[in-house]
T-cell receptor, first 112, second 112 residues
Framework: AQSVAQPEDQVNVAEGNPLTVKCTYS??????LFWYVQYPNRGLQFLLK??????LVKGSYGFEAEFNKSQTSFHLKKPSALVSDSALYFC??????????FGPGTRLSVLP | DVKVTQSSRYLVKRTGEKVFLECVQD?????MFWYRQDPGLGLRLIYF???????EKGDIPEGYSVSREKKERFSLILESASTNQTSMYLC???????????FGPGTRLLVL
């Protein structure tokens, strides 16, 4: 069965510093991996995805993620954090069907 | 822009009431999904539908049912609401071969 782990409930980073939100996964076959962001009282917004190809994927708002097959990881990164990046971040994997499995979420706080 | 709307942002119901949550998407997507979101648990799939009048159980279907009479509309029904169904409910839609799911703003349901 597919599963997604986000080992940190909370990540705090100072504005202007690089940020990393971690994600590891378990899936049969080739993974389709996603990151979504949720701002307060909003639905989830798509950030980026890895399907195939280059291991470094670039997405919205300056975010990027690196697919590492040997470590089964898909960490979200940004070179310079903004206060407005503070939100709840979800990693997800799509299984062989059409369904997604979501991680528990990581709350990112960017401190001014 | 894909738009997924949900009938209510906030809802307060009493134990035993029948509750209807409605979701409408305007992009002619075949797939529609209902999730509930709880702190520390991420998103859990309740039901999904790949076509009109089709439905499949997700991970936590107990206490819920769904209806999809038209392609653009997917309803979630709580037959007899219970306090443990207090949660945030998120609807999503996607195309069959398109990997990205698009989410509505969510309905925060409180069952007293």
């Amino acid at each position: 069965a597919q599963s997604v782990a986000q080992p940190e409930d909370q990540v705090n980073v100072a504005e202007g510093n690089p940020l990393t939100v971690k994600c590891t996964y378990s899936v049969s076959g080739n993974p389709y991996l996603f990151w979504y962001v949720q701002y307060p009282n909003r639905g989830l917004q798509f950030l980026l995805k890895y399907i195939t190809g280059d291991n470094l994927v670039k997405g919205s708002y300056g975010f990027e993620a690196e697919f590492n097959k040997s470590q089964t990881s898909f960490h979200l990164k940004k070179p310079s954090a903004l206060v407005s990046d503070s939100a709840l971040y979800f990693c997800a994997v799509r299984d062989y069907g059409q369904n997604f499995v979501f991680g528990p979420g990581t709350r990112l706080s960017v401190l001014p | 822009d894909v738009k997924v709307t949900q009938s209510s942002r906030y809802l307060v119901k009493r134990t035993g009431e029948k509750v209807f949550l409605e979701c409408v998407q305007d992009m002619d997507h075949e797939n529609m999904f209902w999730y509930r979101q709880d702190p520390g648990l991420g998103l859990r799939l309740i039901y999904f539908s790949y076509d009109v009048k089709m439905k499949e159980k997700g991970d936590i279907p107990e206490g819920y049912s769904v209806s999809r009479e038209k392609k653009e509309r997917f309803s979630l029904i709580l037959e007899s609401a219970s306090t443990n169904q207090t949660s945030m409910y998120l609807c999503a839609s996607s195309r069959p071969v398109q990997e990205t799911q698009y989410f509505g703003p969510g309905t925060r349901l409180l069952v007293l």
